[in-house]
């Protein structure tokens, strides 16, 4: 079945560490999108990539790395630098192209909780 | 002011009422205009897209678009306790543009 993979479902930090969140997706989808879910603050984009290779800033960027080598994944790093980690992370993906409605697809999940 | 205001609840209802969920938004170019429903824990699934104007039913689901007001629903009739969720808008001006999203709205249907 097509879809997208996220990894861990749960994950729990110590401060200080970095961590990296996996999302693989089979669905031969172009671009790939990190989203941040906090409660009353709906989805915050953090990172996005339309294309192998080369990513973009969203609008929570900071603290967070990416990188997009293969089509199918694009990992993000969560690092020290992040003041407050702890949130529900969701990556997406989506067709590109002029004859597509631009519908995301989510994966399930990574809770991330620094104790 | 964000782009897009939702109401986040949460919602109660009895089963079988008809819920409406509303979001407002300040962009007049938006023209892609989506509700995505989202479960306890999972990420969230699209329900209903809409272009430009309109209504669209699908089911129980009815997505109107009333872009004078700038003002976009989702009606649920004969609701279910299965429906219980997280209703999420979500708005773009091109269909390749990156979604802006609504806080999200929580309902309960309670039978």
């Known amino acids: 079945d097509g879809g997208i993979t996220q990894s861990p479902k749960y994950l729990f930090r110590k401060e200080g560490q970095n961590v990296t969140l996996s999302c693989e997706q089979n669905?031969?989808?172009?671009?790939m999108y990190w989203y941040r879910q906090d409660p009353g603050q709906g989805l915050r984009l953090i990172y996005y990539?339309?294309?192998?290779?080369?990513?973009q800033k969203g609008d929570i960027a900071e603290g967070y790395s990416v990188s997009r080598e293969k089509k199918e994944s694009f990992p993000l790093t969560v690092t020290s630098a992040q003041k407050n980690p702890t949130a529900f992370y969701l990556c997406?993906?989506?067709?590109?192209?002029?004859?597509?409605?631009?519908?995301?697809?989510f994966g399930e999940g990574s809770r991330l909780t620094v104790l | 002011q964000k782009e897009v205001e939702q109401d986040p609840g949460p919602l109660s209802v009895p089963e079988g009422a008809i819920v409406s969920l509303n979001c407002t938004y300040s962009n007049s170019a938006f023209q892609y205009f989506m509700w995505y429903r989202q479960y306890s824990r999972k990420g969230p699934e699209l329900l209903m897209y809409t272009y430009s104007s309109g209504n669209k039913e699908d089911g129980r689901f009815t997505a109107q678009v009333d872009k004078s007001s700038k003002y976009i629903s989702l009606f649920i009739r004969d609701s279910q306790p299965s429906d219980s969720a997280t209703y999420l808008c979500?708005?773009?001006?091109?269909?390749?543009?990156?979604?802006?999203f609504g806080t999200g709205t929580r309902l309960q249907v309670f039978p």
């Open positions: 990539s339309q294309i192998v290779n080369d990513f």
């Open positions: 669905l031969n989808h172009d671009a």
């Open positions: 997406a993906s989506t067709m590109t192209g002029s004859s597509v409605t631009g519908e995301l697809f």
């Open positions: 979500a708005m773009s001006i091109y269909n390749t543009d990156k979604l802006i």
